[in-house]
Nanobody, 126 residues
Framework: QVHLVESGGGLVQPGGSLRLSCAAS????????IGWFRQAAGKEREVVAC????????FYEDYVAGRFTIARDSTKTTAYLQMNDLKFEDTAVYYC???????????????????WGQGTQVTVSL
């Protein structure tokens, strides 16, 4: 059985930083593209950033570009989302997901991803 587990969420003040991690059991993340999504209360789940299975290609949604960085460790077993200069509007539950497909139009949609974590709460507040 495949499980993705996110960690690293929490409460942070505006301008602060957090690093989210995504680890897998039951599957090797080496073979998958990884996407980070988020869902704020009352809103639809939206893409944040994605990284290809080769680690050579990344994608960032405009609202996080320049502030967030997606990465995977050298063994490709854990994925990360470094979040800097956090804003109130970044408050959401953050999910990691794994997919076998890659492409600019497919990695931004939730239906591309076959495995999902349970999410970790990120709250940006004074």
């Amino acid at each position: 059985q495949v499980h993705l587990v996110e960690s690293g969420g929490g409460l942070v003040q505006p301008g602060g930083s957090l690093r989210l991690s995504c680890a897998a059991s039951g599957v090797s993340l080496r073979d998958y593209a990884i996407g980070w999504f988020r869902q704020a209360a009352g809103k639809e789940r939206e893409v944040v950033a994605c990284i290809s299975n080769s680690n050579e290609r990344t994608f960032y949604e405009d609202y996080v570009a320049g502030r967030f960085t997606i990465a995977r460790d050298s063994t490709k077993t854990t994925a990360y989302l470094q979040m800097n200069d956090l804003k109130f509007e970044d408050t959401a539950v953050y999910y990691c997901a794994a997919a076998t497909d890659w492409g600019p139009t497919v990695v931004v949609v939730t239906t591309t991803y076959m495995y999902w974590g349970q999410g970790t709460q990120v709250t940006v507040s004074l």
